[in-house]
C-alpha cells in the first residue's frame, strides 16, 4: 500500500513537473518570438537640412534599420533560432513519450541543446547591448556620436526586443534547473522502487 502511494506520488510530480517546464518552454517562445519581431520590425526614418542654398535648405533623408548593424542581425537570427528549438521541444514533449528514452541520453541532448541555445542567445543579447550603449551615449574618444538623440523609437524599440530576449535567455535557465534538479531526482538508478 505504501509503495502505491510512493508510486503515484512520484508520479503526480513529474507531470506537474512536466506541466512546468511546458510553461517555461512556451513563455520562453513567446518571449523569443516577440524579440525577434519587434527587431525585425525595428526602422525609424528622419529628414534633416544639411545646408541652406539661398533660402532653399537642403534636405536629406535618413533611415535607421536594423539590417545596419551586424550585431542585430545576429540578435535576429538568434533569436529565431531560439524560437524554433522551443517549438521543437515543446513539440517533442507533447509527443514523443518518456519511453523513447535510453539511459538518460534524450536528458543529455535536451540539456545541451538548450545550454548551446542559451549561450548563442546571450551572446547576440550582449552584442546588442554593447550596440545600444554606443548609439545612446557615443564614444567622445573614437569621436562617435550619439544615434539615439535622432533616432529615438529606433533604439527605444530596440531595447524593448533587448529586455524580451534577455527575458527569454530567463526562461531557458529556469527550464535547465528544473530539468537538472528532476532529473537528478527522479533517475533510475537511484530510485530504490526500480530495483
Known sequence: MAVEKLVGYVSARKSRVMMLVILLRVLALFATIAATVVMALNKESHTFAVA???NTPVKITITAKFQHTPANIMFV???????????????LMCFVSQKYDFKG???????????????????????????????RNGNSHA?????????????????????????????????????????????????????
Open 143 to 195: 569621436r562617435w556620436n550619439k544615434v539615439c538623440d535622432n533616432f529615438e523609437r529606433y533604439c527605444d524599440q530596440g531595447s524593448g526586443a533587448m529586455l524580451a530576449s534577455y527575458i527569454g535567455i530567463l526562461f531557458f535557465m529556469l527550464v535547465n534547473l528544473v530539468n537538472i534538479f528532476e532529473h537528478g531526482r527522479f533517475n533510475p538508478s537511484k530510485n530504490p522502487l526500480s530495483a
Open 77 to 91: 537570427v538568434a533569436n529565431a533560432v531560439a524560437s524554433l528549438h522551443s517549438l521543437l521541444m515543446l513539440s
Open 105 to 135: 541520453l534524450r536528458f543529455i541532448i535536451v540539456t545541451a541543446l538548450d545550454m548551446v541555445t542559451i549561450a548563442y542567445l546571450s551572446g547576440a543579447a550582449t552584442a546588442v547591448a554593447f550596440m545600444g550603449e554606443l548609439a
Open 52 to 54: 541652406t542654398i539661398g
